[in-house]
C-alpha cells in the first residue's frame, strides 16, 4: 500500500470512529433536546392547567356565595336581586347569571331583559349536575357556533342552580400571558373529551374531532402526557402537552407545532453535523495535500535512484521546499556524489592497478632479459677476461635491482598491515652517500650523465637504519638518473646544521622538473607522473624515453624517513630541475627512543643545479 492509501486509511481509521461517535452523540443530543423541549411544553400545559383551574375556582366561588344566599332567602327578595347584580357587574366578561329551580326554568336573571336558557341547554345543565351532584362547566353553542360561551352552574341546597354564561374571550385572555408560538393550540376538553374551548385563529371552534376523543384514552389514569400526533382539522403535526385539572377533571391541551418546536434543536444538531462532515473533508483534503508533498518528492527522489542504480552517476534528487524532504533530497544528493567520487577513485584505482601490474612484468622483464643476454655472452669461448668480468658486474647490478624492487614490494606490505618497524641505530651518512653514489656511477655514466657527491667525512652520526637509509638514497639518485635526460648532472650532497642537531641530504638534477599538478601527490602509493604513465600507457615493455618504476619509491622512502624521525620534501620547478631534501636527526649517545624535541629546528640545506 502506497503513501496515498495509507493517509486515507489513517484518516478514514480515525474518522470513522468519531462519524460513529458523533451519530451516537448527536442521536443522544436529540433526546437529551427533545425531552427537554418536550418537558417545557408539559411545564407550560402545567401552567395553562393552574391558571385556568384558578380561574373556575373563582367563578365558582362567586356563584356559591349567590348559591349560598338564595337557598337562606326566598328567590323574589331585594337582597337576592342586589346580590345578584352585584356579583354580574362585577365580572365584566360574563354574558348574564340567572337562578334556575329544579327543574331548569329561570326564575331570576341579570340583566333583566335576558330570556331564559335554551331548553336543551338547561336540561344538559339539570342531567349534569343530577349525575356528578356537584358543580359543572359546560360549553353553550347556541348562540354563536364561532363564539364559544362557558357555562359554569353551582347548585342550590334547596333545589335548582346559579347558572352564569361568560364569554368564551375571557379564557384567551388568561391563555394570554403564556406565551406560545402563533400556531400553537389551546384547547379544554371535558372528562369525556368533548370540546369546551379551543383558540387557534385556523381551526373552527365548533369542530369536535378524533384527536380531542382520543385524549382522555391516552391520558388513562396518568395525570400528564406529552404526545406528538396530527391534528386532523389542519394536517400540522404538533406536541400536545395534556394535564387533567384535579377538581374538575377536565382536561387542558396545548399543542405546539413541532417544526416550530423542534427546528431551532434540529438546525442546531443540523449545523454540527454538518460542521463535523466539513471538517472531515478538511481532514481528507488536508491528508491528500500531505500526500501530494510527500509522494511527488518521493517520486522524484525513487526516479533519481532508479536511474543512479542503473549506473547514471550524474543523476541527482530535486530539492526543493522545506522540511525533512529537502533534508533527503541533500541527503541522497551528497550520496550520490559520494558514490560519484568513490566510483573515480575506483576507476582511477583500477587504472592504477593496472599500469602497476605492467609496471611490475616491465620492471621484472627488462632486467631478466638483460641477465639473459649477459648469461649467454658469458657462455661464449670469445669472451674475454675483461668482459667476463664486466657482464658479471652487470649481472650482479640487476639482481641487486630486482632484490631492491621485490624488497620494495614486501615493505609496501608490511607497511599496509603495520607490522613495518625500523630499530634505529647510529649511522654514518657520509659514508652512505659515497657508497651510493658509486654503485650508480656506472648507470649514470651509461645513460650520459654525470654524478657528483660531496658529503664531508666528519659528518655526525644521525639517527637511522643503515640499509633502509640506503635504499632510500639509492631510490632518490634512481629517479634522479631515470627523470635526467642524457648530458645532464646529478649532485648528491651530505650537510650539518650549524648547530650540529639535524644531517641533511639533498639529491639534485637538473632534468625536465615537475609540474605543479603532479607535485603534491609525488608521495601517493602507485602515483606517477603524467608524462611517465603516457609513455607505459603507449608501450608498456619500451623502455625508450620511458622512466620505468611503479610509483613506490618515493612513498616508502617518506615512511622510512618519518619512522627514524626525519623529514623529506621535494622542490621543482618544469624546466629547471628537482631538488630532494631528506633531513636526519642526530644520534645521541644511549637515547635510541627519543622523541625528537619540539625545539630542534629541521636545519636543511640544500644544493641545487
Known amino acids: 500500500m502506497g503513501i496515498r492509501g495509507r493517509l486515507l486509511l489513517l484518516v478514514l481509521s480515525v474518522a470513522l470512529p468519531l462519524i460513529v461517535f458523533g451519530i451516537f452523540d448527536l442521536r443522544n443530543m436529540w433526546r437529551l433536546s427533545r425531552a427537554q423541549l418536550d418537558d417545557s411544553v408539559r411545564q407550560q400545559v402545567e401552567l395553562a392547567s393552574v391558571a385556568f383551574e384558578r380561574w373556575l375556582i373563582d367563578q365558582k366561588n362567586a356563584l356559591q356565595t349567590v348559591a349560598a344566599l338564595t337557598g337562606d332567602n326566598d328567590t323574589n327578595s331585594p337582597a337576592i336581586r342586589e346580590n345578584l347584580e352585584h356579583v354580574f357587574l362585577t365580572r365584566p366578561y360574563w354574558i348574564d347569571l340567572r337562578i334556575t329551580n329544579a327543574a331548569?326554568?329561570?326564575?331570576?336573571?341579570?340583566?333583566?331583559?335576558?330570556?331564559?336558557?335554551?331548553?336543551?341547554?338547561?336540561?344538559?345543565?339539570?342531567?349534569?349536575?343530577?349525575?356528578?351532584?356537584?358543580?359543572?362547566?359546560?360549553?353553550?353553542?347556541?348562540?354563536?357556533?364561532?363564539?364559544?360561551?362557558?357555562?359554569?352552574?353551582?347548585?342550590?341546597?334547596?333545589?335548582?342552580?346559579?347558572?352564569?354564561?361568560?364569554?368564551?374571550?375571557?379564557?384567551?385572555?388568561?391563555?394570554?400571558?403564556?406565551?406560545?408560538?402563533?400556531?400553537?393550540?389551546?384547547?379544554?376538553?371535558?372528562?369525556?373529551?368533548?370540546?369546551?374551548?379551543?383558540?387557534?385563529?385556523?381551526?373552527?371552534?365548533?369542530?369536535?374531532?378524533?384527536?380531542?376523543?382520543?385524549?382522555?384514552?391516552?391520558?388513562?389514569?396518568?395525570?400528564?402526557?406529552?404526545?406528538?400526533?396530527?391534528?386532523?382539522?389542519?394536517?400540522?403535526?404538533?406536541?400536545?402537552?395534556?394535564?387533567?385539572?384535579?377538581?374538575?377533571?377536565?382536561?387542558?391541551?396545548?399543542?405546539?407545532?413541532?417544526?416550530?418546536?423542534?427546528?431551532?434543536?434540529?438546525?442546531?444538531?443540523?449545523?454540527?453535523?454538518?460542521?463535523?462532515?466539513?471538517?472531515?473533508?478538511?481532514?481528507?483534503?488536508?491528508?491528500?495535500?500531505?500526500?501530494?508533498?510527500?509522494?511527488?518528492?518521493?517520486?522524484?527522489?525513487?526516479?533519481?535512484?532508479?536511474?543512479?542504480?542503473?549506473?547514471?552517476?550524474?543523476?541527482?534528487?530535486?530539492?526543493?521546499?522545506?522540511?525533512?524532504?529537502?533534508?533527503?533530497?541533500?541527503?541522497?544528493?551528497?550520496?550520490?556524489?559520494?558514490?560519484?567520487?568513490?566510483?573515480?577513485?575506483?576507476?582511477?584505482?583500477?587504472?592504477?592497478?593496472?599500469?602497476?601490474?605492467?609496471?611490475?612484468?616491465?620492471?621484472?622483464?627488462?632486467p631478466l632479459t638483460t641477465i639473459k643476454v649477459l648469461a649467454h655472452l658469458l657462455q661464449r669461448p670469445t669472451t674475454t677476461a675483461q668482459e667476463w668480468r664486466d657482464y658479471a658486474r652487470a649481472i650482479a647490478a640487476e639482481c641487486d635491482r630486482q632484490i631492491e624492487f621485490v624488497g620494495n614490494l614486501l615493505d609496501l606490505s608490511r607497511i599496509e598491515s603495520g607490522a613495518y618497524k625500523l630499530t634505529k641505530k647510529p649511522t654514518e651518512v657520509g659514508e652512505l652517500i659515497r657508497s651510493c653514489v658509486e654503485v650508480e656511477r656506472h648507470r649514470a655514466e651509461a645513460n650520459g650523465l654525470s654524478i657528483t657527491e660531496d658529503a664531508p667525512f666528519d659528518l655526525p652520526l644521525v639517527q637511522g637504519e643503515p640499509d633502509a637509509l640506503r635504499r632510500v638514497i639509492r631510490g632518490l639518485i634512481d629517479n634522479a638518473i631515470k627523470y635526467t635526460p642524457e648530458g645532464g648532472r646529478i649532485n648528491v650532497n651530505g650537510s650539518a646544521s650549524a648547530s650540529n642537531s639535524v644531517v641533511t641530504v639533498t639529491v639534485s638534477d637538473n632534468g625536465p622538473g615537475i609540474s605543479s599538478s603532479d607535485l603534491p601527490h609525488v608521495f601517493e602509493k602507485f602515483y606517477r607522473a603524467a608524462s611517465e604513465r603516457t609513455d607505459i600507457e603507449e608501450d608498456p615493455t619500451s623502455s625508450g624515453g620511458a622512466a620505468p618504476g611503479v610509483g613506490l619509491g618515493l612513498y616508502l622512502a617518506r615512511h622510512i624517513i618519518e619512522q627514524l624521525g626525519g623529514e623529506i620534501r621535494i622542490e621543482s620547478e618544469e624546466g629547471r630541475g628537482t631538488i630532494v631534501t631528506v633531513t636526519l636527526r642526530r644520534w645521541t649517545n644511549g637515547d635510541e627512543a627519543e622523541t625528537p624535541k619540539q625545539e630542534d629546528p629541521l636545519v636543511e640545506a640544500s644544493v641545487s643545479s
Open 104 to 366: 331548569g326554568s329561570t326564575m331570576l336573571v341579570q340583566p333583566n331583559r335576558k330570556s331564559g336558557l335554551p331548553p336543551a341547554l338547561s336540561d344538559h345543565i339539570v342531567s349534569e349536575m343530577r349525575e356528578r351532584n356537584t358543580w359543572v362547566v359546560l360549553t353553550d353553542r347556541t348562540v354563536d357556533d364561532a363564539r364559544p360561551i362557558v357555562v359554569i352552574a353551582v347548585p342550590i341546597d334547596k333545589g335548582g342552580a346559579v347558572v352564569a354564561r361568560i364569554d368564551g374571550n375571557a379564557i384567551s385572555n388568561l391563555f394570554n400571558r403564556i406565551e406560545l408560538p402563533p400556531e400553537a393550540v389551546i384547547s379544554v376538553l371535558a372528562a369525556d373529551g368533548s370540546v369546551l374551548f379551543r383558540r387557534r385563529g385556523s381551526e373552527s371552534p365548533t369542530d369536535i374531532d378524533a384527536l380531542s376523543k382520543s385524549m382522555p384514552f391516552e391520558l388513562g389514569e396518568a395525570r400528564k402526557l406529552v404526545v406528538e400526533r396530527t391534528s386532523p382539522i389542519d394536517g400540522v403535526k404538533r406536541v400536545y402537552g395534556v394535564v387533567r385539572m384535579t377538581e374538575t377533571g377536565m382536561l387542558t391541551v396545548i399543542g405546539i407545532p413541532s417544526a416550530a418546536l423542534y427546528e431551532p434543536a434540529q438546525q442546531r444538531l443540523s449545523r454540527y453535523a454538518l460542521t463535523g462532515l466539513f471538517a472531515l473533508l478538511i481532514a481528507v483534503t488536508a491528508a491528500l495535500v500531505i500526500e501530494r508533498s510527500i509522494v511527488i518528492p518521493v517520486r522524484r527522489l525513487r526516479s533519481a535512484a532508479q536511474r543512479l542504480g542503473a549506473g547514471d552517476l550524474t543523476a541527482r534528487a530535486p530539492v526543493r521546499g522545506g522540511g525533512e524532504m529537502k533534508d533527503m533530497g541533500i541527503v541522497f544528493n551528497n550520496m550520490a556524489t559520494q558514490i560519484a567520487e568513490r566510483e573515480e577513485r575506483l576507476t582511477h584505482l583500477d587504472r592504477l592497478k593496472s599500469e602497476f601490474v605492467s609496471s611490475v612484468s616491465h620492471e621484472l622483464k627488462t
